[in-house]
């Protein structure tokens, strides 16, 4: 009776034991990204501002649109390295087919716009989730980019933006949706993706 107890016991140690594993892998993989994806996005949200203010400073708002056409996806690419994919979206994209969001990060997006119409703060707003695709699970991590005063020359109201740069704008952006913000307001987000394991078939 007992050593039936036992080999059953066994057999189903042996049977569960790969799913185990796969998932706690999963969940501490989940955790080391989560810290990383944290620290990565800061870090992106802290450069990219940093040139950003440098430039309007330096040469002036106009002048300064390379570095969020050129610089600023150009720093995404250069993040997007050992399995991790980062990029910067927004529910009102401007460059839509870089900033364009997937289903998760519209509804992530939308629930930071909701919780900054509620009063919270958008400087520590963040999401991260395990999705499961076609191809696999996936490890994701978002954190929102709060409007900044420096932001407002190039996404704010019409009387913030200047002639010259509405007509920059509108000749480089013809679909552009990165109008109309105020500061504290949420003008997109980091995303940030990786690969966790491969789904058996
Ligand atoms: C000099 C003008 C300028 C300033 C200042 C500026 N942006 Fe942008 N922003 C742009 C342009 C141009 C793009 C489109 C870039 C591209 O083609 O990928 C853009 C794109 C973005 C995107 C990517 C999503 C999208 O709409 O395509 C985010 C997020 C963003 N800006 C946030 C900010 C924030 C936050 C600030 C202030 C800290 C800021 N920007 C300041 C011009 C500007």
Sequence with gaps: MNSIIIKTALVLLVLTAPACASKISNEAASAKYLDESR?????????LGGVQ??????????NAIPVCKVIAPAM????????????RVSLKARNKVLGTP??????????FD????EGKPADNMEASTVSK??????FRYMKAI?????CLQCHGKPADISAGMKALLAKEYPDDKA????VGEIRGAISIKRKLDVVSK
């Design 76 to 87: 995404a690419a250069d993040y997007s390295k050992d399995g991790r994919e980062l990029k």
């Design 39 to 47: 620290n990565t996005a800061l870090e992106f949200r802290k450069k």
């Design 179 to 182: 109008t109309g913000y105020s």
């Design 53 to 62: 203010k440098e430039q309007l400073e330096s040469v002036g708002a106009e």
């Design 114 to 117: 909701q919780a900054q119409r």
């Design 102 to 111: 997937d289903a998760w990060e519209k509804q992530v997006l939308e629930s």
């Design 146 to 150: 709060p409007t900044q005063p420096q």
């Design 133 to 138: 695709d076609a191809d696999g699970r996936w």
